[in-house]
C-alpha cells in the first residue's frame, strides 16, 4: 500500500518561504495525479494544488495561486510544494495526497492522504 510521507512543515514568520515535500513509496502504481490539501484548525480540509504525474500540468486554488508552486521529481517519487510570502491565514496541517483522474468528472480524484506536516505562520 501506498504510504505519503510529508516534511518541511515549520513556524515561521509572515513573509517567509517554506518547501514542503512528500515522498511516496510502498507500491508500484502509476498514481496519475499528486495533490497538497491543507486543513486549518475549525475549517474544512481544502485542496491546494495538485499536479497531473503524466503531463505535469498544475491546479491550484485561487486563493494561493500566485504564491504556491507544485512540482514533481518522478525519479525519487517526490513532489514538493513551495510556498512564499507566507500569510498568517496559511497557519495549517498541509496532507499530500495521490490519486487518479475520475472517468466520471475527468478531474483528479485522490484516495490516499499522508499524514501531514504543520506550518504556523505568525504575524
Known amino acids: 500500500q501506498v504510504q505519503l510521507v510529508e516534511s518541511g512543515g515549520d513556524s515561521v514568520q509572515a513573509g517567509g518561504s517554506l518547501r514542503l515535500s512528500c515522498a511516496r513509496s510502498?507500491?508500484?502504481?502509476?498514481?496519475?495525479?499528486m495533490g497538497w490539501f491543507r486543513q486549518a484548525p475549525g475549517k474544512e480540509r481544502e485542496e491546494v494544488a495538485h499536479i497531473h504525474t503524466g503531463s505535469g500540468s498544475t491546479t491550484y486554488a485561487d486563493s494561493v495561486k500566485a504564491r504556491f508552486t507544485i512540482s514533481l521529481d518522478n525519479a525519487k517519487n517526490t513532489v514538493f510544494l513551495q510556498i512564499n510570502s507566507l500569510e498568517p491565514e496559511d497557519t495549517a496541517m498541509y496532507y499530500c495526497?495521490?490519486?487518479?483522474?475520475?472517468?466520471?468528472?475527468?478531474?483528479?480524484?485522490?484516495?490516499?492522504w499522508g499524514q501531514g506536516t504543520h506550518v504556523a505562520v505568525s504575524s
Open positions: 510502498g507500491d508500484t502504481v502509476n498514481w496519475e495525479c
Open positions: 495526497a495521490a490519486g487518479h483522474v475520475s472517468i466520471e468528472t475527468k478531474s483528479c480524484a485522490f484516495y490516499y
